[in-house]
């Protein structure tokens, strides 16, 4: 019964987290899917072991994924090293808000960008990473300026409702 | 703010720093007599700071990508592994490694009990052809570090088979010094769990290694 239970729990630890992880691994190890393969696992194991990360909200439970996630690819750890036994499996601190863990943060960030329809993306990167006035941008978009004025307000709308949902605040 | 208020949109390109200065001086009159502007950019105020997070994209944002199919197969086969080797120590008769102690060990070679679920260990590398095998893991506490270590000892069907044997556990700092853990007497075919611990910090570990009596290593765990 028990043995069903604890495979369950990765399962479902698999199930709602690990595509999420598999891109920040990726991005942690630069592309290195065999690098990257083990960091998912590592943090997945992790997550089991310690048991409560699936009685978090979502948004907590990414934070934490991400910051073992990071933690590990940063140690260098390799797979079935000694090392990792190491770590005690306490889970780290939850809060990412407070800037402790910018990193962090900024994936999830980039993350929820991701997950904004490409026209709400993509005036976010004119407007704000590329510099762009609205006026630039609807050039570029071929858009009028009050369109591209009303995107960005609703994008930024939608991407501080993701952000909510993942936990992050300002 | 009425519904034809012709600023309700600008809000986001206040923020982002997108309006042009014309603009930008329109709207912040506007802002000190629009308390719905006002609060609408208030809202938004700290996204800026957010987004500044973000290394800017190269290519593109991160879309979930699917991890690799084997993925799953290969995390629960490690969920079983540990959790056999949980199984196995819990099944092991009581009493078989009773260790003499040494100075800053506490030893109990007891059943692992049932809760909580320990971490799996790492098996210790043989260091030659030894009947014996051994997993031990680390968990750093406040005061130094735990070592939880188990060890079988099989010697089949060897005359040595009826006899024990004295290992040593012992922890080598990467100063170089060396201290008994423990020591013990290994039965044929009974898996012996010694919880012990030790003040050195995790950091300040080189490796464990279980020795014979005479000072022979025989299983070694390097933590680096």
Redesign the interface.
């Known amino acids: 019964m028990k043995?069903v239970a604890?495979?369950a729990l990765?399962?479902a630890l698999?199930e709602e987290h690990?595509?999420?992880?598999?891109?920040?691994a990726?991005?942690l190890t630069s592309g290195d899917?065999i690098r990257a393969?083990d960091v998912?696992?590592e943090t997945?194991?992790r997550a089991?072991?310690s048991g409560d990360v699936l009685d978090q909200s979502q948004g907590s439970a990414r934070a934490w994924l991400f910051t073992v996630a990071r933690r590990i690819a940063i140690d260098g750890w390799r797979s079935?090293?000694?090392?990792s036994?190491?770590?005690?499996?306490a889970p780290p601190e939850r809060a990412v808000a407070d800037g402790t863990d910018?990193a962090v943060?900024?994936?999830l960030?980039?993350?929820a960008?991701?997950e904004l329809s490409v026209r709400h993306?993509e005036v976010?990167?004119l407007?704000?990473?590329q510099?762009?006035?609205?006026?630039d941008?609807a050039v570029r978009l071929g858009v009028a300026e009050?369109t591209?004025?009303?995107r960005?307000?609703?994008?930024?709308?939608a991407?501080?409702l993701v952000?909510e949902e993942k936990g992050?605040?300002? | 703010m009425t519904v034809n208020d012709p600023f309700?949109?600008?809000?986001?390109?206040y923020?982002?720093?997108?309006?042009?200065p014309e603009?930008r001086a329109d709207y912040e009159k506007h802002l000190r007599d629009c308390d719905a502007c006002a609060s609408a950019v208030r809202?938004?105020?700290?996204?800026?700071?957010?987004?500044a997070?973000?290394?800017?994209?190269v290519s593109?944002?991160?879309?979930?990508?699917?991890?690799?199919q084997?993925?799953?197969p290969?995390?629960?086969r490690?969920?079983?592994r540990g959790?056999r080797l949980r199984n196995a120590i819990t099944a092991t008769s009581a009493g078989v490694a009773v260790a003499a102690c040494v100075a800053l060990g506490v030893v109990a070679a007891l059943p692992a009990p049932t809760s909580p679920?320990a971490?799996?260990?790492?098996a210790m590398t043989l260091l030659g052809q030894f009947p014996v095998q051994a997993a031990?893991?680390?968990?750093?506490e406040d005061w130094g570090?735990q070592v939880d270590m188990s060890c079988s000892y099989d010697a089949g069907e060897t005359r040595e088979s009826h006899e024990g044997r004295d290992y040593v556990l012992v922890v080598v700092g990467r100063d170089g010094t060396v201290a008994n853990l423990a020591t013990w007497l290994a039965l044929p075919s009974n898996t012996a769990r010694i919880v012990v611990g030790t003040t050195m910090k995790?950091?300040d570990?080189q490796a464990l290694e279980i020795r014979s009596t005479k000072g022979t290593p025989l299983l070694r765990?390097?933590?680096?």
């Open positions: 043995e604890e495979d990765m399962r698999h690990a595509a999420a992880l598999w891109s920040y990726l991005y899917r393969e998912v696992q997945l194991l089991w072991r079935a090293s000694a090392r036994e190491v770590v005690t499996a910018r943060q900024g994936w960030v980039a993350e960008l991701g993306r976010l990167v407007c704000y990473f510099g762009y006035s609205v006026a941008a009050g591209v004025k009303s960005t307000h609703y994008a930024l709308r991407l501080r952000l992050v605040t300002q | 309700i949109t600008y809000d986001a390109a923020v982002l720093g997108a309006l042009s603009e809202e938004l105020a700290g996204m800026p700071g957010l987004l997070q973000v290394d800017p994209p593109g944002f991160p879309q979930a990508g699917q991890p690799p084997e993925l799953l290969d995390v629960l490690r969920v079983r959790r679920p971490p799996p260990s790492t031990a893991r680390l968990v750093q570090t995790p950091a570990i765990l390097s933590l680096s």
